[in-house]
């Protein structure tokens, strides 16, 4: 069946560093791919999106593009800033008729001063 | 946005529990998920006009209901110890074929 698999964390990072979450998927069909993310004590926010290949979500100075030759949304971010931290969720939807997500475990993200 | 009640539970083995979540306004297809601590949320089920839609790897004693006004519920029979976990209600756009979701802020479920 579809899957995700996410880098596995925790990450650390200093304030204005580079940010590379990996993702990759697997899929029978043609998925429409998210970024989730999870502040402590809270729900999920939708982060961004793309729903076809080489499609490039962003939202909030993260990126990620959906390169279908090798199943991959990468998130990335060229500066983060402390309140990036929080857990991040890779996740894809099928587009069926259910069109309920399938998440990767997620990674979690601590950024300090 | 979308609503959940109520934030926090605890419960004993065995015991049933009802959580609720009130979509978001003229969203008319809600989704339930388990997130266990440290784990990405599992599918439960969906409802879309009042009717499940489908559902994912979990038991018949997690059912559920959807009303008219698109309000949710989620009600698990005879917990058990594993059945605690933040459960999510996700609301969607019209039509039950879309994929964006919108999530609440969860119920965290204690099982003792």
């Known amino acids: 069946g579809d899957s995700v698999t996410q880098m596995e964390g925790p990450v650390t990072l200093s304030e204005e560093a580079c940010l590379t979450i990996n993702c990759t998927y697997t899929a029978t069909g043609y998925p429409s791919l998210f970024w989730y993310v999870q502040y402590p004590g809270e729900g999920l926010q939708l982060l961004l999106k793309a729903t076809k290949a080489d499609d490039k979500g962003s939202n909030k100075g993260f990126e990620a593009t959906y390169r279908k030759e090798t199943t991959s949304f990468h998130l990335e971010k060229g500066s983060v800033q402390v309140s990036d931290s929080a857990v991040y969720f890779c996740?894809?939807?099928?587009?069926?008729?259910?069109?309920?997500?399938?998440f990767g475990k997620g990674t979690k993200l601590s950024v300090k001063p | 946005g979308v609503t959940q009640s109520p934030t926090h539970l605890i419960k004993t083995r065995g015991q049933q529990v009802t959580l609720r979540c009130s979509s978001q306004s003229g969203h008319n297809t809600v989704s339930w998920y388990q997130q266990a601590l440290g784990q990405g949320p599992q599918f439960i089920f969906q409802y879309y006009r009042e009717e499940e839609n489908g559902r994912g790897n979990f038991p018949p004693r997690f059912s559920g209901l959807q009303f008219p006004n698109d309000s949710s519920e989620l009600n698990v029979n005879a917990l058990e110890l594993d059945d605690s976990a933040l459960y999510l209600c996700a609301s969607s756009l019209p039509g039950h074929n879309t994929d964006t979701q919108y999530f609440g802020p969860g119920t965290r479920l204690t099982v003792l």
């Open positions: 996740a894809l939807s099928d587009g069926g008729s259910q069109g309920n997500l399938i």
